[in-house]
C-alpha cells in the first residue's frame, strides 16, 4: 500500500480529532521505506521499537501481591539512530518533524508489515564528526525517540 494523503479532522462520534489516512494501489513489502510526514527519509541505522501497556489510575497490586490490572491500551515508541548523515539529510529529516504531531510509516515488528503511527518527537540529538572535502558537515550520528501520540 502507498500513503497518498493525510488529513486531521474531527471523529463525529467522539468529537476528538483523529487522522485520516487514505491508502491507495498495491505495494510489495518495504522493510527499506521509513516516511516521516509523508516523507521519504534516510532509513535509519536502527531502530528500536518499544510497546507500552498504559494503564489507568484502577491497576494495583492487592494484599497478597496479585495485580489487579485496567490496561487503557497500547503505545509504541521508536527510538531511532542514524548514522554518517550530511547536512542536507539530517536538515531533511528534522523539518519532517517539525510539526507537534505528524505520521510516520515505518516496519511493525508486532504486526511484521508496514504500519503508521501518529507521534510526537522527542530529543533530537546530533553528533558533529567531521567536515568534507568541501566544507560540509558530516553528522557521526542523529538519535530521536518517535513517540505515539
Known sequence: ?????????????SGKEVYLM???GS?????DLFLINSKEV????????TRTDIDSENSFRSIT??????????????E???????????S???QAMDNVFFVVQFVDPYLNDTDFMVCYVGD?????????????????????????K
Request: glycine share 4%; net charge neutral; with cysteine.
Open 65 to 78: 501481591c496479585e495485580l489487579q490490572r485496567d490496561r487503557i491500551g497500547v503505545k509504541r515508541k521508536l
Open 42 to 49: 534516510v532509513l535509519p541505522a536502527e531502530i528500536t521499537y
Open 22 to 24: 487514505s491508502i491507495h
Open 124 to 148: 533530537r540529538s546530533p553528533v558533529m564528526a567531521l567536515y568534507d572535502e568541501n566544507n560540509q558537515a558530516i553528522y557521526e550520528s542523529f538519535s530521536c525517540s518517535l513517540i505515539e
Open 27 to 31: 505495494q510489495s513489502f518495504r522493510p
Open 92 to 94: 531533511s529529516i528534522l
Open 1 to 13: 500500500m502507498s500513503l497518498s494523503h493525510i488529513s486531521k479532522t474531527k471523529s463525529l462520534l
Open 80 to 90: 531511532c539512530q542514524w548514522s554518517g548523515l550530511s547536512g542536507d539529510e539530517l
